[in-house]
């Protein structure tokens, strides 16, 4: 099969499991305890009994009335069966809508537009620093393993491992952001409250500056994983057989390392190109309210929270496409890395 039909292939498939994945999770959801409607009653409830403490009322009076409750029921869209609003939520999808937010009262698509630069920023970089640093480092480690060189990284790559980055962003606010130790970094936001006054090389630099230690916190972990893999493939293929070969014809251990083994090697590797995609909107809900980031993993979280369905399947629904276009351009990198794979 040609690599255009392959495509094409995977781009249909890719139909059914995003309708499946929206089904489940719209029917979870949905069935779940608490809903939009119960917290408008709340936040009623309690604006009503604000105000009768107030003026010495009954709290009696504070109770919603059943035509209010059929109100909100209506004005959300929950006065119809599931299957109905699952209809509803897939014929709005097929414009690219996916409904007001019920918390910020605007449309979903505008609040996830207004949280992806921050995950954008940090998806891109993320995935740049690590496969430069990791890569060339992971080379490094299996040309000279065992060597004091080899030992000195994998125990620092182990630390890192073993610190959670929450923990870490902690230490590093601490330490490096006005605690008891230095004051070299912001303590949290996204820009300088004069950005907008800036140049453009200037606010290129503000934005690194407020970056650098949430950036250190978003990759460390995967620091570890990425340079290990990265040494263990090109160690298990320098003891292939033609390898044997190449070193028997007299080819030096740099030719035999760089030019023989390190593409073989890279296959494994190219399974995570894809998913820098996903990277755009990944985000740690610790992370974010730690450095005072307003992106996408605390608005999945306050979303869950305030029982938000629609900016959920929103968010839902991108992730899941995205995920699925990464996976089929890691599966497409294979053939730039290795010609001889054949996806028929």
Same mark, same amino acid.
């Given at each position: 099969?040609?690599?255009?039909?392959?495509?094409?292939?995977?781009?249909?498939?890719?139909?059914?499991?995003?309708? &499946?994945? #929206?089904? +489940?999770?719209?029917?979870?959801? @949905?069935?779940?305890?608490? =809903?939009?409607?119960?917290?408008?009653?709340?936040?009623?409830?309690?604006?009503? !009994?604000?105000? @009768?403490?107030?003026?010495?009322?009954?709290?009696?009076?504070?109770?919603?009335?059943?035509?209010?409750?059929?109100?909100?029921?209506?004005?959300?869209? %929950?006065?119809?069966?599931?299957?109905?609003? /699952?209809?509803?939520?897939?014929?709005?999808?097929?414009?690219?809508?996916?409904?007001?937010?019920?918390?910020?009262?605007?449309?979903?698509?505008?609040? +996830?537009?207004?949280?992806?630069?921050?995950?954008?920023?940090?998806?891109?970089? =993320?995935?740049?620093?690590?496969?430069?640093?990791?890569?060339?480092?992971?080379?490094?480690?299996?040309?000279?393993?065992? #060597?004091?060189?080899?030992?000195?990284?994998?125990?620092?790559?182990?630390?890192? /491992?073993?610190?959670?980055?929450?923990?870490?962003?902690?230490?590093?606010?601490? %330490?490096? =952001?006005?605690?008891? %130790?230095?004051?070299?970094?912001?303590? &949290?936001?996204?820009?300088?409250?004069?950005?907008?006054?800036?140049?453009?090389?200037?606010?290129?630099?503000?934005?690194?500056?407020?970056?650098?230690?949430?950036?250190?916190? /978003?990759?460390?972990?995967?620091?570890? #994983?990425?340079?290990?893999?990265?040494?263990?493939?090109?160690?298990?293929?320098?003891?292939?057989?033609?390898?044997?070969?190449?070193?028997?014809?007299?080819?030096?251990?740099?030719?035999?390392?760089?030019?023989?083994?390190?593409? @073989?090697?890279?296959?494994?590797?190219?399974?995570?190109?894809?998913?820098?995609?996903?990277?755009?909107?990944?985000?740690?809900?610790?992370?974010?309210?730690?450095?005072?980031?307003?992106?996408?993993?605390?608005?999945?979280?306050?979303?869950?929270?305030?029982?938000?369905? @629609?900016? +959920?399947?929103?968010?839902?629904?991108?992730?899941?496409?995205?995920?699925?276009?990464? !996976?089929?351009? =890691?599966?497409?990198?294979?053939?730039?890395?290795?010609?001889?794979?054949?996806?028929?």
């Amino acid at each position: 099969m040609s690599l255009p039909l392959y495509i094409l292939r995977r781009i249909l498939m890719m139909i059914p499991t995003l309708f &499946g994945i #929206t089904l +489940i999770v719209f029917t979870i959801i @949905n069935l779940a305890p608490g =809903s939009p409607i119960e917290q408008k009653i709340q936040q009623i409830r309690f604006g009503s !009994n604000g105000s @009768n403490v107030s003026s010495g009322t009954s709290s009696q009076d504070s109770a919603v009335s059943q035509e209010v409750i059929e109100a909100l029921r209506k004005q959300y869209g %929950f006065d119809k069966p599931l299957h109905i609003r /699952y209809w509803l939520w897939l014929k709005n999808l097929s414009k690219l809508e996916f409904g007001e937010s019920f918390t910020y009262e605007e449309p979903v698509l505008d609040v +996830i537009v207004s949280k992806f630069p921050v995950s954008m920023q940090f998806g891109i970089f =993320s995935f740049i620093l690590s496969y430069l640093i990791c890569i060339p480092l992971g080379v490094m480690k299996a040309v000279k393993h065992g #060597t004091p060189f080899d030992l000195i990284t994998s125990f620092g790559l182990f630390v890192m /491992y073993s610190i959670p980055s929450f923990m870490l962003g902690i230490l590093l606010i601490v %330490f490096l =952001s006005g605690g008891q %130790f230095f004051d070299l970094f912001p303590i &949290g936001g996204f820009v300088s409250d004069a950005y907008d006054d800036l140049g453009f090389w200037a606010q290129i630099g503000d934005r690194m500056y407020h970056a650098a230690l949430p950036l250190t916190c /978003y990759v460390i972990g995967s620091f570890t #994983t990425l340079t290990l893999l990265m040494k263990n493939s090109l160690l298990e293929e320098i003891k292939k057989d033609y390898i044997r070969t190449a070193r028997a014809k007299g080819l030096s251990e740099k030719a035999v390392y760089f030019k023989h083994a390190l593409r @073989n090697a890279l296959i494994p590797i190219a399974t995570g190109i894809g998913a820098f995609l996903g990277l755009f909107f990944a985000g740690s809900m610790l992370l974010e309210t730690i450095f005072q980031l307003d992106g996408m993993g605390l608005l999945s979280y306050q979303a869950t929270l305030e029982r938000d369905y @629609n900016v +959920i399947m929103g968010l839902l629904f991108v992730q899941s496409m995205f995920m699925l276009l990464g !996976n089929l351009i =890691s599966d497409i990198t294979y053939v730039f890395v290795d010609p001889r794979i054949d996806f028929s």
